[in-house]
């Protein structure tokens, strides 16, 4: 039996084995081919080239759905566009749906560095077949965690970011530094993001870690200040997430009432895991009782470890 040459990538995307999956897709110039790298940057959380991606496939990138949706829609154009083997003619039973059995709790604050330079491996781990990850933001830096932006904060944070840059390789650029670092009376304020992150859990939930991946590279990459509702909004929009987007611009009661239930849920976890500071993973099911947490370091190591980590929960 013939087997298409994007099938091989498509193996290596849920073997989770980005980089040969990108070596062999970079060699197809197809529109089929177009589309699955997209798909690739989207499980890597590389919003801006999936895009350029998906536009060079002539796909509409922000009326996407979900990762999984768009791995199964890709599936099922693949096969479709692939021709019978004459050679098999023995009928064989469709591959049954694969469903979460483990759950991952991603204990995070969308302001913190580290948290942002575990985009990848979340994503990795998101597109895993038998792996769901629950986001659970903490609020350490909202509240009565917040604070200005001064001259000698901004250079600590720079100084860390930098850190984090050359130890995990995720980018933290000029424009960062200058437009948001530097503002002038700027905010170090994570209760905005995390607000704008419930607004997404609310309506589409299944996309909340793109949402968080997409504020991050916004303020890190983009250097777009997402402390301010509007720019959060703005991104939101971008997605196709126009209903979260909305109650950004117009928070309801019930809104804000529901971020500070999940903080509280979440600083909960913290305090019965004995987790200090974020990020933080918790594997298993809170409504077992079979939970252990993992410590924030697994999120920089070997991939396959960490998800023999989180399969074994």
Not at 236 to 248: D, M, N, P, S, Y
Not at 261 to 276: E, I, T
Request: hydrophobic content about 45%; overall charge negative; glycine content about 8%.
């Amino acid at each position: 039996m013939s087997t298409h040459p994007l099938q091989q990538v498509l193996q290596h995307l849920h073997a989770g084995r980005w980089n040969a999956a990108h070596d062999l897709v970079q060699h197809d110039g197809s529109m089929l081919a177009a589309w699955l790298h997209g798909i690739l940057h989207l499980q890597e959380g590389d919003l801006e080239d999936a895009e350029n991606w998906y536009d060079r496939a002539a796909r509409h990138f922000r009326s996407r759905g979900t990762l999984a949706e768009e791995i199964a829609a890709f599936e099922a154009a693949l096969a479709a566009s692939t021709p019978p083997d004459p050679e098999d003619s023995e009928e064989r039973p469709l591959p049954m749906p694969s469903t979460p059995t483990v759950t991952v709790t991603y204990l995070f604050d969308p302001l913190c560095g580290w948290c942002y330079a575990a985009a990848p491996v979340l994503a990795r781990l998101q597109a895993t077949p038998g792996v769901q990850v629950a986001l659970a933001p903490t609020g350490l830096f909202a509240g009565a965690g917040a604070r200005p932006m001064d001259a000698q904060f901004a250079a600590y944070a720079w100084a860390n970011d930098q850190r984090i840059a050359q130890l995990t390789g995720q980018p933290f650029s000029q424009a960062y530094r200058e437009q948001v670092l530097a503002q002038p009376a700027g905010r170090f304020d994570s209760g905005p993001a995390t607000l704008a992150l419930t607004a997404v859990a609310q309506t589409e939930p299944a996309r909340e870690l793109e949402a968080l991946q997409a504020f991050q590279r916004a303020r890190y990459v983009d250097g777009r200040d997402t402390t301010a509702p509007t720019v959060l909004a703005d991104v939101l929009t971008a997605l196709g997430l126009h209903a979260a987007a909305t109650l950004v611009r117009e928070p309801t009661d019930v809104l804000r009432a529901a971020m500070l239930q999940r903080v509280a849920a979440a600083r909960a976890d913290m305090q019965a895991l004995g987790a200090q500071g974020v990020p933080q993973l918790a594997v298993g099911d809170a409504a077992t009782g079979r939970r252990r947490a993992l410590g924030g370091q697994a999120l920089y190591g070997n991939f396959d470890a960490l998800l023999q980590q989180v399969t074994q929960a």
